[in-house]
């Protein structure tokens, strides 16, 4: 079974910057898509970002030219970037992935247990 963890979440003050990772274990397959969600209190779980085995990408409105998705060194893994952080991107931050061999735009086959991001002066 595919698992994934996250780290990087906290607190941080407005326009600042984290940096999340995510590692997948469980699997000797690359996977092919992984992304970003975020669920603020009240709020919907939102996609944030997403990136494919072939490097694309693709972000949500509400933080194109603030976050950005990446591979990471390891095999199965991923960052996010996260610059001028606004209040409304307090959420808990999920990574998810695809199953082996799948890719998407909505990756939603495996979860993480979230990392919480606040940001607040």
């Known amino acids: 079974q595919v698992q994934l963890v996250e780290s990087g979440g906290g607190l941080v003050q407005p326009g600042g910057s984290l940096r999340l990772s995510c590692a997948a274990s469980?699997?000797?397959?690359?996977?092919?898509?992984m992304a970003w969600y975020r669920q603020a209190p009240g709020n919907e779980r939102e996609l944030v970002a997403t990136?494919?085995?072939?490097?694309?990408?693709n972000y949500a409105d509400s933080v194109k030219g603030r976050f950005t998705i990446s591979w990471g060194n390891a095999k199965n893994t991923i960052d996010l970037q996260m610059n001028s952080l606004k209040t409304e991107d307090t959420a808990v931050y999920y990574c998810?992935?695809?199953?082996?061999?799948?890719?998407?735009?909505?990756?939603?086959?495996?979860w993480g247990q979230g990392t919480q991001v606040t940001v607040s002066s």
């Open positions: 990136i494919t085995s072939g490097g694309n990408t």
């Open positions: 998810a992935a695809a199953k082996a061999g799948w890719t998407t735009w909505y990756p939603d086959d495996y």
């Open positions: 469980g699997t000797i397959f690359s996977l092919n898509a």
